[in-house]
């Protein structure tokens, strides 16, 4: 990665992280309102080795452990695995295709909050409604506003996207 | 013999990976007085940007989205302000005719609740005060609805609600009127509601009576909604009832939170002297 696109990812991943502390809080439900850091995790994977992501997974689970504790490492784990298949995957699997990218986002925010969930014990009905509700409803607003992103800034992320 | 470049770069990622897994799983086993510990000490240098950011944002949030509920809200309770003072007049003369103390006033701070994306957010909450504002560990929590739950852990600026959706919570109760006693507890089967269990087998509490904390146990005080009752769940034969109970409030969808500070000298610590220091 160059120096300047390594900066514009940066701004990208800033901007990410101030949409999802400053205006996700004040325009959204929470429930199913687009993950910001999840997005910004998937898309610092879609650039950077696997192990670099797996490290960047392990920072913004830390960081959601200590924003709210359900079971602390929950999260770390979660993302951990997130970012390193997110990077593995699109290396070994996938094509430049928006909506592939857009289906490998929403997964993503899905399989976080399988293990999210499995790892803090939940079980019954609320896990049942949490994974074949809320989660997909989440995944998929994550994959709009992604499609979105990539879509905007796919010059500054250097992400090639075939229609 | 010399490896590929892709290869060893191949290994140093796996390496990194299991290393990055085997930590988050640790720290998953670790107990949570020391995790917590952690925890706090990330919100409170790396993370107090972002904490200050989401706070700035849940603030104007409230002062935008709600002004015109808040302002019915203020209407509603200056018209019952208005009855106030004869009741209070009416309240303390009973008060002397029974020989009763002086009921002890409650005091609160008001906190914004910061909600987290994370999946397991309702069983936990960020609020936006802290020791700094006067919160401690043990203080109640509520809604303008009802109770949401108990302040488990404080630092400077913020602080962790267990609410009564988390697995460990419990609360003493009684129902509207004061007849029968129970512990409120999350349902086994679904986080959306609470039980009121340990229920005496010969009392029959209808659906809709009001449950409210009892005051027992010295950390709730008496009278703070919890839910309304819908039904009895399951019951241990001749022995003990239990009822599902629909709560008052819900720590998902809250946004601002009252957190009720223990009055003055109500401290507990002196019934329970610690041993070595009673008296002969």
Redesign the interface.
């Known amino acids: 990665m160059t120096e300047p696109s390594r900066s514009k990812l940066a701004l990208v991943l800033l901007l990410l992280l101030v949409m999802q502390f400053y205006v996700r809080p004040r325009m959204w439900d929470a429930d199913v309102a687009p993950d910001f850091v999840m997005l910004a995790l998937m898309v610092f994977a879609m650039r950077a080795r696997p192990g670099a992501a797996a490290a960047a997974g392990f920072l913004t689970g830390l960081m959601m452990d200590s924003l709210g504790p359900g079971r602390f490492g929950a999260a770390a784990l979660a993302n951990t695995m997130v970012g390193y298949m997110a990077s593995y995957g699109r290396a070994v699997f996938f094509a430049d295709n928006l909506l592939v990218h857009a289906g490998f986002i929403g997964v993503g925010v899905w399989v976080r909050d399988v293990v999210v969930l499995l790892a803090s014990g939940a079980a019954g009905q609320s896990l049942l409604w949490q994974l074949l509700v809320w989660s997909p409803l989440q995944g998929l607003t994550t994959a709009i506003a992604g499609m979105v992103l990539l879509v905007v800034f796919r010059d500054w992320l250097a992400i090639r996207l075939d229609a | 013999m010399i490896e590929p470049p892709d290869r060893a770069?191949f290994r140093?990622?796996?390496?990194?990976?299991v290393g990055?897994?085997l930590?988050?799983?640790?720290?998953?086993?670790?107990p949570?007085a020391r995790?917590?510990r952690?925890?706090s000490g990330?919100?409170n240098s790396?993370?107090l940007p972002?904490?200050w950011?989401?706070q700035?944002?849940?603030e104007?949030?409230t002062s935008?989205a709600r002004l015109t509920l808040i302002q019915a809200q203020r209407d509603s309770i200056a018209l019952l302000a208005q009855t106030m003072p004869a009741l209070r007049e009416e309240n303390d003369r009973l008060r002397q005719l029974l020989e009763l103390g002086q009921r002890t006033p409650l005091d609160f701070v008001p906190a914004e609740i910061?909600?987290?994306?994370?999946?397991?957010?309702g069983?936990?909450?960020?609020l936006s005060v802290g020791t700094a504002d006067g919160v401690e560990a043990f203080q109640p929590v509520v809604s303008p609805e009802g109770l949401l739950g108990v302040v488990s852990t404080a630092d400077r600026h913020t602080s962790?609600v267990t609410t009564w959706a988390h697995?460990e919570f419990r609360a003493s109760a009684l129902t509207e009127g004061g007849g029968v006693f129970g512990i409120v507890a999350p349902a086994?089967?679904?986080?959306?509601l609470l039980e009121l269990r340990g229920v005496p087998y010969r009392d029959t509490i209808p659906a809709g009576t009001l449950v409210l904390t009892s005051g027992l146990g010295g950390v709730y005080p008496k009278g703070i909604p919890v839910g309304r009752v819908m039904g009895v769940v399951r019951e241990l034969s001749g022995w003990e009832r239990t009822y599902q109970v629909r709560p008052a409030a819900n720590p998902?969808q809250a946004a601002h939170a009252l957190v009720l500070k223990s009055p003055a000298g109500s401290s507990m610590e002196e019934a329970f002297p610690a041993e070595g220091s009673q008296e002969p």
């Open positions: 770069r140093s990622d796996t390496v990194v990976f990055c897994l930590l988050a799983t640790g720290m998953m086993f670790v949570p995790t917590e952690v925890a990330i919100r790396v993370l972002i904490v950011l989401q700035r944002a849940a104007a949030k935008r910061l909600h987290q994306v994370s999946p397991t957010d069983l936990t909450l960020l962790i697995p086994a089967e679904t986080s959306a998902a």
